[in-house]
């Protein structure tokens, strides 16, 4: 989609498929918040490695079972992101390499986003109404964590 111009109620955008009258969404990127959204991560991750250390503690005790441990990782960061968005590097990664030091990460700058999204399209069936409405739900400057765990089986005695 392109903008060409604009006054003060309307944008004149030219696109394929676009039309008088269609929907878009226009995103700002935000560094403050992303900054914040990965100290939240930073402290989920903490608190994801103390749950999983109490529970193995409790289960090695019942059942000889062994310490759930984080044994690799993989960041998705939107390659809008990184040095030139917030400042400095490594922002995307601190979360995963301060709770998890040494353990094996890779990671990747996309260009497209990776996560879930959906759309809704209600339809009332008894009087034929139907709800254009669509819901989106799109991740725009965003980063995705994945952690690779193992749990080892249960000693036999």
Not at 4 to 25: M, R
Not at 79 to 108: C, K, Q, T, Y
Not at 121 to 136: H, I, V, Y
């Amino acid at each position: 989609m392109l903008v060409n111009s604009g006054d003060v109620e309307h944008l004149f955008v030219d696109g394929v498929g676009i039309k008088t009258g269609d929907y878009f969404h226009l995103y700002h990127p935000d560094p403050s918040a992303a900054l914040s959204s990965c100290s939240n991560i930073s402290k989920n991750f903490r608190n994801l490695k103390l749950d999983w250390s109490f529970r193995s503690c409790q289960l090695h005790a019942a059942r000889g079972v062994g310490e759930k441990e984080v044994i690799g990782g993989f960041v998705f960061a939107c390659w809008g992101r990184g040095e030139s968005f917030f400042g400095h590097s490594n922002v995307d990664s601190s979360p995963f390499l301060d709770n998890f030091p040494g353990v094996p990460m890779a990671g990747i700058f996309t260009y497209g986003e990776i996560g879930r999204g959906f759309s809704i399209l209600n339809t009332d069936f008894e009087s034929g109404q139907e709800d254009k409405t669509l819901c989106f739900c799109v991740h725009v400057y965003s980063t995705v964590y994945l952690l690779v765990s193992y749990t080892p089986a249960p000693i036999e005695h």
